[in-house]
């Protein structure tokens, strides 16, 4: 009885006492349901740009990582010129032709006439048409004013003379080589030449031996998928040909000129200073570069796909390519980057770039670092732009002028116009170009969530020595010509020599506070090393030459090119 009369008290006790117990269950069940709705999404913990968020707070931008924030200050460094170098005073372009480097006239000998068809984007083609110039005079022939690449990846219909002024090209040239706009007739017929194809890196020696004995029997022949196909190393007077070519002889037509000064004054109206940043994160980019950004399925879907384009492509590792420094830094790193060598936040940055894989979700980050972002089409109207619109490589080279004529220079890859843009910034004056350390940058952005922002851009300038545009950063004949034209920078010994031998009086410039050393770039004569638009033809693990693919199908050259 007394049992039934306990089993009863528990049994009124536990009725009174369940809508209660309801009440704090359904509450939490609300509450787990709100914080489900209300967290992040799952990321993926091996990426390098979707692991984070970037937002301003107070005028501070916050990098967030995971459980570690990186204060940003906004403002940058004062305790230096970032916009110069002292050490450029004492250098300077020098070209010009010796004494003993023939008349064009006195060597160029009837019935040999050069026919040259270029391969790729704007400024893969620009290589190819300096190189020319020298390939004729090597030959001893009259060179036909090159034909521009119309049918590859890039479809542009443009001609020679839409993109560069002719007449000039000729006429500056024309103690050198000459050059004609057509190939003349021959016993009142159309003259058909010989079409033919050099191979890369050609030697004078290999111009002597494999294309002069067909041009003596033919006296005409044509050179197709002509890039990069000079050696890297020549004669100097040579080296200085195609100097006067790339930096004299080969000049925009006006209505570029016009436009792209109209964009550069643009930018000046705004500010002082401003940054050219030439931002290559396309699909096709990333896709052929192998490597991964953490997109998850979605990303190795979709840049999968176009890898299929090329055939002979193996499947790479994506943690091996960004280890050896072969990725392109997204647009977060770029910003993170120029915000530890001390640029502030309420600096000007035009961008050149084209199609940005992740559209604005990627450059969002950019854009909070730097939040004064402009591009050609935010700068002019439609209108402005389109006479160029239709076409790339006219689009291109208004980016080209932009970036030329920036203060500092800036890429997050070492492409065809990085490494143009970054030989012509050192000839004429040594203005700042700053190439990431992709290798050593790879381990700092790696491991950031365990350090301050201070550490952070410490090593950011320490790993960063050599990559900033200061004279003799590479050593004489290292890296391709066109991005180290060593043979035609000058220095002016005596005027250092005072500058060294007195106090200082120029300030701090980049080689006193981060300094300068020779960047780890092998040697692009070497065997197995090709930079930028040659880099896959010998990592590919086929050792085929992609001159061999068909115009169909997209080639490494012309993906990179712009």
């Known amino acids: 009885m007394a049992f039934h009369r306990r089993r009863n008290h528990y049994y009124n006790r536990f009725r009174s006492i369940l809508p209660l117990i309801c009440s704090i269950s359904g509450a939490l069940l609300i509450l787990f349901a709100l914080l489900s709705f209300l967290a992040p999404t799952p990321i993926d913990s091996n990426n390098p740009q979707h692991t984070n968020s970037l937002y301003a707070r107070n005028g501070v931008v916050e990098d967030t990582i995971g459980q570690s924030v990186l204060h940003i200050p906004k403002k940058g460094r004062t305790d230096r010129d970032i916009w110069s170098s002292k050490n450029s005073l004492y250098y300077y372009g020098c070209s010009n032709a010796s004494i003993k480097f023939a008349n064009a006239d006195a060597v160029t000998q009837p019935n040999r006439y050069l026919l040259i068809v270029t391969s790729g984007g704007l400024n893969q083609q620009r290589t190819g048409i300096i190189d020319a110039v020298v390939a004729a005079r090597i030959l001893n022939a009259t060179l036909v004013v090159p034909r521009l690449d119309q049918k590859s990846f890039w479809k542009d219909s443009s001609d020679f003379s839409e993109i560069f002024d002719v007449d000039w090209y000729i006429s500056s040239l024309s103690k050198d080589v000459k050059i004609i706009k057509s190939l003349p007739k021959r016993g009142g017929k159309t003259w058909i030449p010989r079409n033919m194809r050099v191979p890369r890196k050609c030697s004078e020696r290999c111009y002597q031996n494999r294309i002069l004995p067909v041009l003596l029997k033919r006296h005409a022949i ?12 020549l004669d100097t007077q040579l080296q200085k040909l195609r100097c006067r070519v790339n930096y004299h002889a080969l000049k925009f037509t006006d209505p570029i000129l016009r436009m792209g000064e109209k964009l550069v004054h643009r930018m000046r109206m705004k500010s002082k200073h401003f940054i050219a940043l030439h931002l290559r994160f396309e699909p096709d980019m990333l896709a052929f570069s192998g490597c991964y950004y953490g997109g998850g399925d979605k990303e190795r879907k979709e840049l999968g796909a176009i890898r299929k384009r090329w055939k002979t492509l193996h499947v790479s590792n994506p943690d091996k390519e960004r280890r050896h420094g072969k990725c392109p ?20 940055i035009y961008v050149a770039s084209g199609e940005v894989y992740g559209g604005e979700e990627t450059l969002a980050p950019l854009k909070a670092l730097f939040p004064n972002f402009y591009t050609k089409e935010t700068l002019a109207s439609k209108e402005e732009l389109e006479p160029f619109s239709s076409f790339s490589s006219r689009m291109a080279a208004l980016d080209f002028i932009v970036c030329e004529e920036s203060d500092v220079f800036v890429t997050n890859n070492n492409g065809n116009m990085a490494r143009i843009l970054a030989g012509r910034r050192r000839y004429f004056g040594h203005k700042p170009t ?10 700092l952005f790696l491991n950031q969530t365990t350090m301050s922002w201070e550490a952070f851009t410490s090593k950011m300038r320490t790993y960063q020595r050599g990559f900033m545009g200061e004279p003799k950063e590479v050593r004489p004949g290292r890296g391709d010509f066109h991005e180290n034209p060593h043979t035609c920078i000058c220095e002016d010994s005596e005027a250092k020599a005072k500058k060294d031998s007195g106090p200082g009086k120029y ?3 980049y080689d006193d506070v981060l300094g300068y050393n020779e960047p780890e770039l092998p040697d692009p004569d070497d065997d197995g090393y090709q930079d930028g638009p040659q880099e896959k033809e010998q990592f590919n693990g086929t050792g085929m030459d992609y001159d061999g693919i068909t115009n169909e199908e997209p080639e490494l050259e012309e993906i990179l090119s712009d």
Request: charged share 30%.
């Open 434 to 443: 700053i190439r990431p350390n992709a290798k050593k940058l790879y381990r």
């Open 507 to 509: 300030g701090k410039g």
């Open 329 to 348: 830094l997204t647009p977060r790193e770029v910003g993170l980057m120029l915000r530890a060598l001390g640029y502030s936040s309420d600096i000007n």
């Open 222 to 233: 044509q050179l197709t998928k002509f890039d990069y196909r000079v050696a890297n190393r």
